[in-house]
């Protein structure tokens, strides 16, 4: 399987649904769905509001899917569309925080580094646990880039798309992050003489 | 698959490297024993992204495969049921359909329009008759300059009152609130039509009043939310952080009217209050999802031999939950409990599971009951 022949499985399953064919929407659901309900988690504890608000959007989406553009990026299309559902919707319920932000929860607060047989590699775990650390010591903000980059395999521009900000920031974000992970190297300056994310 | 691994992070965030990291049988194993091999100049690199990855690596909530099987079907059934799509075009349309219609469609037509006038009529003279709590409340507050704030159907707002109050208004809103309120005011008042969000500038000398059509919810320096409900839901207030207290509108009044206080509930943090129009009584209950009060929820507490009495302390100080129990059931109760990431209800859950009891919620309130648990040391260590 190759990123390739995804994408292009997914921009025909797209065109399909755009045509009206609701099982090829029920294709894309599934084909999607792992990661939509993962993303959807970092906001907000209650699985069944993101089960709930998932259900909403696909029903949006095929209501209005003579309207809806062709997009090659069909996956980070739905993230986007599931976050802005989401701000209204914990908004509307919960009201924390700002109006416009949703709270994007760590995955690395609290939680042990997991720890595996194949860590036995010398300083490896210790070396994660610091990361982990200062992981979680990043802005909200900058947890969900990394997170958006990590998990879901999104670019730079893509992220840029899904939380509604410009590339630059994105990018700062992104860049800042690593750079304190750099910091707990011993050796870092050859491992981030540049960054190649373009 | 690009073989140009040039950074930590070209290795961290490629997915094919990620996969043999974690999980060392997977189809990429030789493709990557043989990179490293290749490269031994690049072994502090790998090393530092297996760290990243390790360090990245959260537990994941996942659901099942039948689950999202089960999910999957469920929207699209209803796709089955979902209306046609109506083409923005679609008003141009209907003018010149209505202009084309015969003789006794245009009738029907007619007696349709006529209907909807008269339906209108009503809700005219409605909106104006005196029982109008909204044109009460304007009518009370005549001599100042009223702003009047909407959302509509798309969007919700956020906006400050005069007094630096936070609003956010839900969607299809309406807020009613005077452009400036003196210093010397006693009173705060506003009405309110929709949900609405309050994070209320603390000022015991002039209370915070939310008036709707039937409820009237008074604050002095809270958080909480108003739902003042359409026909089909019922009112309710549910209060984020501080005290509110929150009166039938009937009740306000004429309690006002003789001098004595209105009787009304009082809600707490987590509390939601639901008028039921039925019956005409109060439901108090706690929210599906309790949240702690501060903006930063401690997520790791541990207890290890404490007093069961100082757990549920604690947990009322981070909640704001009253909870209640017998003190000489639990005089000698103690437990030892790690309490993380889960929800309140987990919490009590697992603290109950420990000291051999119970809870209920009753009114609002955790009623917890743990008859077994006197003169026992307490549970194990709950991991």
């Known amino acids: 399987m190759s990123a390739v022949n995804l994408l292009g499985e997914d921009l025909h399953l797209w065109n399909e649904y755009r045509g009206g064919n609701a099982d090829a929407f029920g294709a894309l659901i599934r084909v999607h769905y792992s990661d939509l309900f993962h993303y959807g988690t970092r906001f907000t504890r209650d699985a069944e509001l993101v089960k709930d608000c998932l259900q909403d959007l696909f029903l949006e989406l095929w209501i209005n899917r003579e309207t809806i553009s062709e997009t090659s990026f069909v996956k980070y299309y739905l993230l986007k569309a599931l976050r802005r559902k989401l701000t209204r919707r914990i908004g509307r319920s919960r009201y924390t925080g700002s109006w416009e932000e949703l709270r994007f929860e760590s995955l690395f607060a609290g939680s042990q580094v997991m720890e595996t047989g194949i860590m036995r590699e010398e300083g490896l775990a210790e070396l994660a646990k610091k990361m982990r650390h200062a992981l979680a010591g990043l802005s909200k903000r900058q947890q969900e880039v990394i997170y958006l980059r990590y998990y879901m395999d999104a670019d730079i521009e893509e992220i840029a798309e899904i939380m509604t900000v410009n590339r630059q920031s994105v990018y700062n974000l992104l860049h800042e992050s690593l750079k304190k992970l750099k910091k707990l190297s011993a050796r870092p300056s050859r491992f981030f003489l540049f960054l190649p994310f373009f | ?383």
Request: charged share 25%; hydrophobic share 40%.
């Open chain 2, 1 to 383: 698959m690009s073989t140009e691994f040039n950074s930590m992070e070209d290795l961290a965030f490629s997915r094919s490297f990620r996969d043999w990291v974690l999980n060392r049988e997977g189809a990429e194993k030789g493709f990557w024993e043989n990179w490293i091999a290749r490269n031994p100049d690049k072994t502090d690199m790998v090393k530092y992204a297996k760290a990243v990855i390790y360090a990245l690596h959260g537990k994941k909530i996942v659901l099942s495969e039948d689950e999202i099987d089960e999910e999957v079907r469920k929207s699209v059934a209803r796709l089955r049921e979902a209306p046609r799509y109506i083409p923005l075009d679609g008003l141009e349309g209907g003018a010149r359909r209505w202009l084309g219609l015969r003789g006794p469609q245009r009738i029907w037509a007619a007696a349709a329009l006529g209907a909807a006038l008269g339906l209108a009529a009503w809700f005219f003279y409605r909106m104006h008759s005196q029982r109008d709590p909204l044109l009460t409340f304007l009518n009370n507050h005549r001599k100042e300059a009223m702003h009047e704030q909407v959302t509509d159907d798309t969007d919700d707002d956020a906006f400050n009152l005069p007094d630096e109050s936070l609003v956010k208004l839900g969607r299809s809103g309406k807020l009613y609130y005077p452009r400036d309120w003196t210093s010397g005011a006693s009173r705060r008042e506003v009405f309110l039509q929709g949900d609405a969000f309050f994070d209320v500038r603390k000022n015991q000398a002039a209370p915070f009043l939310v008036y709707t059509d039937e409820l009237i919810v008074k604050a002095l320096g809270t958080s909480f939310i108003v739902r003042s409900a359409s026909s089909d839901s019922r009112p309710a207030v549910t209060v984020v952080t501080g005290k509110v207290s929150v009166y039938r509108r009937g009740d306000f009044f004429a309690s006002a009217s003789v001098g004595r206080e209105p009787a009304g509930i009082l809600l707490m943090p987590n509390q939601e209050g639901i008028f039921d129009r039925r019956t005409g009584r109060w439901q108090r209950t706690l929210i599906g999802v309790p949240e702690q009060m501060s903006e930063k929820p401690d997520t790791s507490l541990v207890f290890a031999g404490t007093p069961v009495r100082e757990v549920f302390g604690r947990l009322q100080e981070l909640y704001g939950i009253p909870i209640q129990y017998d003190e000489q059931e639990v005089a000698r109760c103690c437990v030892s409990v790690r309490l993380g990431n889960e929800s309140y209800f987990d919490h009590l859950r697992k603290i109950c599971k420990a000291i051999g009891g119970s809870y209920e919620v009753i009114d609002g309130n955790v009623v917890v009951s743990a008859p077994a648990c006197q003169g026992r040391s307490g549970g194990g260590p709950d991991r």
